[in-house]
């Protein structure tokens, strides 16, 4: 400043020095150039007043400019901030480098509570540090109590280590000395409004190397950061959400619509299915459109094993054997993998069995290509009934008379002749009533076996109760008892009880033969012969007086017990005396003239029976029991071998 500066040069130059933005210094140059030099017609107090006005200017013009940049600077971080991040920890970690440069300090890093663990965790972090990392796990209240009442406001330190009002966590603090930590600001991270007292989701620290006294722009800035910093967790977290539920309904609808496509596909193919029914189509046809559909070979068997139709392409080693024997034990009509590539389906009407579908594809079948087998089965099964409907030599037909025929016993006689001379089976001839009770493990077998039993016999068959029933020409009701019994057993590989009765002729014998059978079997089953057979001629009067309601073995076992176990435990002959004496009259002699014995080794004999029975033995009462015990065990023994001996000498 020149010498004898005048009041209007000195203002110009101090309006020049504040437009200028000069610094602090220029203005203590100009009030020393003031003293030294001075103002014309100015006092010196009044140009230090004067200066000391324009610094105050200064600094609210530079305050202005610093909070001009901080606010440019919280405005692009909100820009930052606002970008659609792909995960919380992105965003998190966004915040953090922000805060860090809004302030221009050493390092930042955030929290995040875990309120299930009671503890917090750092999840994101910006700056050169060693102990803050990411996934660091620290105390409920971050390490840092700070003195007075808890509270969500911010708080700032110059000093973390020589501030009084603040406490450090012992580990936290030493990681503190580790790092050289000194200043530090904190805000809290939350849902905006914590007036409601609830704790803040998460905590964001900004921290400095050096001893600084936070202004309170400062502290605005990063409180303003915080705020917004905590209104873009919500969003994204929200945002984020949204997506996720998105995402799940999208898979969802994607689900329900391959449903909807294979719902579709079922209805189609069941539509064309029954074109096919209605337009006349044949098992060809058919067995054509699922070789093609499947992409491999198709063959639709009889019950009895033979093969209708084949198509398509692929192994034809004719290697169905197992697939069929799958198919004739399964309880239902879904297919099952037979192996080696086969899968078989039965076909089935009600609950009779009447053929297989075999596929015969690479690869496996998905759930939904085992329903469309299954269509093609149920399809090819109303193909084969109407196949033989047509034919005039259904077995449904034929076996619904003898349904009728049991089913209703007032039915008029001559409407069921005229019916069974319409499918050719005269029932003015002799015929013979079968009645078999297999187990229900092979109950469908039995089935099947019986249809095909019946129509090769020219009979009939139904099934009642669990029961197999036949109507098969003949005259002879046991040899035909014993045939059946004895065919079962060789095909179906389990024995299978069986009483008949017969010959019968007309068609109102049909109900009285169908008891007569029905009394035998059960009295073949109470004398716990397995697989045993017989009519009324071989049980005689025990097929009269046994039902299945009477324990034959107990009755034999209290009659003659004693006497049973002594001949199984010395190998004696006692049985064979006893029943030689009664034969006899109740003669030791002409007993033993019968057992080829002296009279006095009957004696003896008798002498032990007597032991064994007791003394009343031979008195009418106990003798009538022995007897008919005896006569149970000579029929038990006659049923028990008549099977196996007919099976050997088939």
């Not at 504040?18 to 017609?41: C, K, N, Q, Y």
């Not at 009067?541 to 049973?564: K, M, Q, R, Y």
């Amino acid at each position: 400043m020149p010498p004898q500066l005048t009041v209007s040069g000195g203002l110009d130059e101090l309006l020049e020095l504040l437009a200028s933005g000069a610094p602090a210094d220029a203005f203590e140059d100009f009030l020393d150039d003031a003293r030294r030099f001075g103002v014309t017609g100015v006092a010196t107090t009044d140009v230090k007043a004067a200066v000391w006005r324009a610094m105050r200017v200064h600094t609210q013009i530079q305050r202005g400019r610093v909070r001009e940049a901080g606010l440019t600077a919280l405005i692009d971080a909100a820009r930052d901030l606002a970008l659609p991040y792909d995960s919380v920890g992105g965003l998190l970690h966004a915040i953090a480098r922000r805060a860090r440069h809004l302030l221009s300090m050493d390092m930042a890093y955030i929290t995040i509570a875990d309120e299930e663990h009671d503890h917090v965790q750092v999840r994101a972090a910006d700056g050169h540090t060693s102990g803050l990392s990411i996934g660091l796990r620290l105390p409920a209240d971050d390490g840092i109590t700070t003195a007075g009442p808890a509270t969500t406001a911010p708080f700032a330190t110059h000093d973390l280590l020589a501030d009084d009002q603040v406490g450090l966590h012992p580990a936290f603090e030493e990681m503190v000395r580790v790092e050289g930590l000194h200043a530090m600001i904190a805000v809290p991270l939350g849902h905006g409004d914590h007036s409601n007292g609830r704790a803040p989701r998460g905590r964001l620290y900004v921290a400095s190397r050096k001893v600084h006294h936070f202004t309170a722009d400062e502290r605005s800035l990063v409180g303003s950061l915080g705020i917004l910093a905590a209104i873009y967790l919500e969003t994204t977290h929200l945002r984020l959400a949204a997506e996720a539920r998105a995402a799940e309904l999208e898979a969802r609808l994607a689900q329900v619509s391959r449903t909807a496509d294979r719902f579709r596909e079922q209805c189609d193919l069941q539509t064309s299915l029954v074109d096919l029914l209605v337009s006349g189509g044949d098992l060809r046809t058919l067995a054509d459109r699922a070789a093609a559909s499947f992409g491999g070979r198709v063959s639709v068997y009889t019950a009895g094993g033979d093969v209708l139709v084949t198509a398509g392409d692929g192994q034809d080693d004719g290697d169905d054997t197992a697939a069929l024997a799958i198919a004739v034990e399964m309880l239902t009509a879904d297919p099952a993998s037979a192996g080696g590539g086969r899968w078989v389906a039965p076909l089935c009407a009600a609950k009779d069995y009447i053929g297989a579908l075999v596929l015969c594809a690479p690869g496996d079948l998905s759930a939904s290509a085992r329903k469309h087998l299954r269509l093609y089965a149920q399809t090819a099964a109303l193909l084969v009934r109407r196949d033989k409907l047509t034919s005039g030599h259904d077995g449904e037909v034929r076996d619904r008379l003898l349904d009728d025929a049991l089913s209703d016993e007032r039915r008029v006689p001559r409407l069921l002749a005229e019916r069974a001379r319409r499918i050719g089976l005269d029932l003015s001839r002799p015929y013979l009533m079968v009645v078999a009770r297999p187990e229900s493990s092979i109950q469908s077998r039995t089935n099947a076996w019986g249809s095909a039993y019946a129509r090769r016999m020219g009979g009939l068959r139904s099934c009642r109760n669990g029961h197999l029933i036949m109507l098969l020409p003949g005259g002879d009701a046991g040899a035909v008892a014993r045939d059946v019994a004895a065919a079962m057993a060789s095909d179906l590989g389990k024995p299978v009880s069986t009483g008949a009765a017969g010959p019968l002729t007309g068609a109102e014998s049909v109900q009285l033969g169908y008891r007569e059978a029905m009394r035998c079997l059960d009295a073949v089953t109470a004398l716990g012969v397995e697989g045993g057979a017989g009519s009324a001629r071989e049980l005689g009067f025990v097929g009269a007086l046994v039902s299945a309601d009477h324990d034959v073995a107990g009755f034999i076992e209290s009659a003659i017990g004693p006497v049973l176990e002594y001949d199984r435990e010395r190998f004696t002959d006692l049985v064979p005396t006893l029943q030689a004496y009664f034969d006899a009259g109740g003669s030791p002699t002409y007993a033993a003239e019968r057992l080829h014995v002296h009279t006095n080794t009957v004696t003896r004999r008798l002498d032990r029976i007597k032991d064994l029975l007791g003394p009343d033995w031979q008195k009418p009462a106990q003798a009538l029991e022995i007897q008919l015990a005896l006569r149970l065990l000579r029929v038990r023994a006659a049923l028990s071998t008549q099977p196996e001996s007919r099976a050997v000498n088939s």
